[in-house]
Structures are given as C-alpha cells and as structure tokens.
C-alpha cells in the first residue's frame, strides 16, 4: 500500500506530552503498590519519559506538577532533560492537597476558599509555578481545583464560583504575554456533590471572564460516562477556547484508564473533529496534547509507549477520511455516505502508517519489543532503591 506523503507529513508534526506523575507509583485510594525501578526524583521521572519518546518519536516535552517535581536547580532540571531528547512543557499548580508546612488547609476550598488568607495562598503558590515554569521554558499552566462540596447547602453556587473567579484573575494577570492559562474541568471527585469547574460550560465561561489567554482543558474522564465528548471539542473550538486535552479512558467514572484502551472509537470522533477545526481556525488552533492516566498493574513507559501509538492512530484514521466525500453527504443530508464516510476511515488498518512514520523519525517499528529488548527496567530496578509509596492523580 502506498501511503499518501501528506499523511506521513501530518503524522510527523504529532507531539505528545507526557505528565512526569504517570511516572511513579501509583494506585487507589485503597492502595498503592510498589513497582521496582520506579523513579526515586524529577530526574528519573524524566529519564523514564524520554525513554518513550525514543522508542516513539511522539512525546517530545514533560508536563511537571509543582510541587511534587521542585527541585534545587530548574536550568539544571532543564539542562537534563534537553541531554535525554526532550523538553519541559506545561507545568500544573497543585491546590487539591496540603503541602508539609503550608499556612492554610485546602480542606475546604483552594482558589474558591471562604477563607481570603488561603485564597492568597493558592494564588501565589500559582504564580511560584508560573515563576518555575518561565525557568523551564513553559509556556503553559494548567489549573485544576478539587473544589466543591458534598452536601446541598454546604456553600452557594455562585459565591464559589466568584471566589474562585476573583483568585484565578490573580493569576491571569502574572501569566506572561506567550503563556495560556488551561482550565481543567472535572464533574467530580473528590467533591461529590458539585466542583466549582465541573464541566465545559463552567470552565468557558470561566475562560470567557478572565481573557483571551485563558483556555479550557479537556480531560477525557472528567465527564459523566456517555457524554458526546467529540461535540464539547467542537464546542470549544468554536468559541476560540479549545486549549488542550489530557488523553485517558474511562469506563464507569474514572479518569485513570489507558487511552483508547476502552472506547478507541471515541478518540477517533475526537481527532476527526480536531482536523475540522484545524481546517476551520477560529481564533487560533494551538491544542496541546497530553496523556493524564494512572498505571496500576502495568509498566508506565509500557503504558505511554502503547498510549502514545493509540492516540497517535487515531489522528492517523482522521487524516485518512476523505473530507470532500463527508462535507458533501453532510450538505446533501445523505446521512449513510456521510456516516461511511468516517467508517471507511476507522476501518483502516494504520499500524503500518504508524511505523512508517516512527522509522522515518528515528523511532522504533515495535516499540514494546524493542523497549522489552533495551532492559530499562531491569536495570533500573537495580540502580533504583525502592522509593516511598505515594499518591495523587489529578
Ligand atoms: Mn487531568
């Protein structure tokens, strides 16, 4: 099969990122087990990480969560990474746990706080990320608040949503002219009642009031199971507000499954509604792509190296749909040849477009094998003392 020199080109310009958390142990809230060679610092989380980009040639920067990757030296931090192939990326505040020493509990809210001291206190540990990430070479943070409530009548809709608001402009204003703030919604958890950003609608008008630099971020698990998620990307995109995504699969409620492990199809919709609004800019088309999802029983690199190949055959299915064919069943309102249209596309067999492109990269054309191959575990897992069990998945 001849391959369209279009496509690989496409395919080409794909850029993962990879969150440095997925890097570590991880779990339930019931229990986290210990894997061996699991990173011990920022520094192995990284090496980790670029190990999936040589293999893939796919995920070229690392998302960092401040505070769990502080270190001493962030041009040090950087100095590293850039040696392994890869660059930082965005860097995500953390509000939704109380750090060792910290004045003020987010018990009960962060940036939406009733408490003006802890809303402060969010406020700057934000604009500390935005300080490190400006060292790193970020041009991206990303915000997600676990607040909200578990009872009616535990605090009013509209106060919160103010608070928070009123904090997060705070923020907005020491954002640099190059950087977006990405508004991360999520339905639920670990407030069980509401969450003060918990769906698109919330986080675009959010983005709408603070300013063109403030953009949503859609998490694939932060809905409830069934909704059209292709259609809130359309939405957002719409609107100039579509800042990026943290890939994962879902079955019932959670966020923490590998990418298209559950519904592959889903991710599909999504990518094909991607090239439309590529093909459509409005107000700009910059989505960053980001893989959030939590690994208990499997490897993390092996994860990324197969999360990475899932999403990237995704968009590959969505490059090959022969648009002129869709837009013209759609203006015709020949809803079959329209629906073919996209299923002819899904059918396709791209594994060996996915390796075509990998090899022309310098990537690998079965990347778990040749991974498998490299021993990177084993050996880490003999250079690498067992490290403390921790937690925290956003
Ligand atoms: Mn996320």
Redesign the pocket.
């Known amino acids: 099969m001849s391959i369209p020199a279009h496509v690989l080109d496409q395919l080409a310009e794909q850029a993962i990122e990879l969150p440095s958390w997925a890097f570590g142990n991880s779990g339930t809230r019931f229990k986290v087990f210990g894997t061996p060679g699991t990173p011990r610092d920022p520094y192995e989380k990284i090496a980790d990480a670029a190990q999936v980009h040589e293999h893939t040639a796919l995920a070229p920067t690392v998302a960092l969560h401040i505070p769990w990757d502080k270190v001493a030296s962030y041009d040090d931090l950087r100095a590293h990474a850039e040696d392994l192939g890869v660059k930082l990326g965005t860097v995500n505040s953390n509000t939704f746990q109380d750090q060792s020493g910290q004045l003020h509990s987010y018990a009960t809210g962060s940036l939406s706080s009733t408490d003006a001291a802890t809303r402060a206190q969010a406020v700057a540990h934000n604009i500390e990320c935005i300080d490190i990430g400006r060292k790193l070479g970020s041009k991206d943070i990303t915000v997600?608040v676990g607040d909200g409530t578990n009872f009616p009548g535990q605090q009013d809709f509209t106060r919160s949503l103010d608070r928070y608001l009123e904090a997060a402009s705070d923020i907005y204003a020491a954002l640099p002219g190059d950087w977006r703030m990405l508004l991360?919604h999520?339905m639920f958890e670990p407030a069980f009642y509401s969450s003060v950003i918990s769906d698109w609608g919330s986080s675009m008008l959010a983005a709408q009031e603070l300013g063109p630099k403030a953009k949503c971020?859609v998490?694939l698990?932060?809905h409830a199971p069934n909704t059209n998620i292709e259609q809130i990307v359309a939405r957002l995109h719409r609107f100039g507000k579509l800042g990026g995504f943290?890939f994962?699969d879902s079955k019932y409620g959670d966020?923490d499954l590998d990418s298209g492990s559950i519904n592959p199809h889903q991710l599909f919709l999504i990518f094909n509604e991607l090239i439309e609004a590529e093909l459509n800019p409005r107000d700009g088309f910059n989505p960053s792509y980001m893989i959030?999802q939590s690994h208990n029983v499997t490897d993390p690199i092996e994860s990324m190296l197969s999360s990475a190949e899932t999403i990237a055959a995704s968009f590959a299915k969505a490059i090959l749909v022969d648009r002129e064919a869709l837009h013209a069943a759609q203006a015709a309102n020949d809803t079959m040849m329209a629906f073919q249209a996209l299923r002819r596309a899904y059918n396709v067999d791209v594994a060996p477009i996915l390796a075509m492109a990998r090899m022309e990269a310098g990537g690998a054309i079965d990347v778990l094998s040749v991974y498998r191959a490299s021993k990177w575990r084993e050996r880490k897992a003999q250079e690498r003392s067992p490290v403390g069990l921790g937690a925290g998945i956003?």
């Open positions: 997600w991360e999520k971020l998490d698990g932060h943290h994962n966020d959030d956003v």
